[in-house]
């Protein structure tokens, strides 16, 4: 399965400012993902990123708010922008390969 | 549309005992099913697949998993568990997206 580098692991940031977190993968994918799991809860997918086309956000989620970048088959980057408390969450990136998904170890961010 | 419901938030056996943790899911398709497992502060771990091979599904750990289309469930169970197998366990439906079930925690009592 891939190796994906996921940082920064945590981070704690100031209201109004943005969080670019990276993902860099040993090998070249497709497609990454992006999820976002909130303190207790579940993953939800943010969007979907193709190398060379926009990302593909899913419901509630918007590019404004979480800009994706996909410059290559093996790097992508999230930002969360404008941030607030309510943005404090654990985020993911993930690669699909030979029928599974692997996920990056995650950065937990903490808005104050 | 595709959804996954796992039954169980929160589930506790003694150690030695079985696990048996429940999923169910709705798809259009035949859709790719997995059990992934998340320990305390690390990372999401593939337990399991199913792919529309074999209905007995085996993973790692001692786990296993029956697809029953008729029931339309993905259930994990384990004959045995062990103290290092408290976590939080995840069902997931891939159709034509990703879908993540809400999580069970499995205690582990001694």
């Known amino acids: 399965s891939a190796v994906i580098s996921q940082k920064p692991s945590r981070d704690i940031c100031q209201r109004g400012t943005s969080l670019t977190i990276q993902c860099q993968v040993d090998s070249q994918v497709t497609m990454m993902f992006w999820y976002r799991q909130q303190p207790g809860q579940s993953l939800t997918l943010i969007a979907t990123?193709?190398?060379?086309?926009?990302?593909?956000?899913e419901s509630g989620f918007v590019i404004d708010k979480f800009p994706i970048s996909r410059p290559n088959l093996t790097f992508s980057t999230l930002t969360v922008s404008n941030m607030s408390p309510e943005d404090s969450s654990i985020y993911l990136c993930?690669?699909?390969?030979?029928?599974?998904?692997?996920f990056g170890s995650g950065t937990r961010l903490t808005v104050v | 549309a595709q959804s996954v419901t796992q039954l169980d938030s929160h589930v506790s056996v003694s150690e030695g005992t079985p696990v048996l943790l429940r999923c169910n899911y709705s798809s259009s398709y035949s859709p790719s099913l997995f059990w992934y497992v998340q320990h305390p502060n690390k990372g999401l771990q593939l337990l399991l697949k199913?792919?529309?091979?074999?209905?007995l599904v085996k993973g790692i750990n001692g786990f296993e998993a029956e697809f029953k289309k008729s029931e339309t469930s993905f259930h994990l169970t384990k004959p045995s568990a062990h103290m290092s197998d408290a976590a939080e366990y995840f069902c997931v439906v891939e159709d034509d997206k990703i879908i993540f079930g809400k999580g069970t925690r499995l205690h582990i009592l001694p």
């Open positions: 993930s690669v699909g390969r030979d029928g599974s998904y692997t």
């Open positions: 199913y792919t529309s091979a074999a209905t």
């Open positions: 990123a193709n190398q060379g086309s926009e990302a593909t956000y």
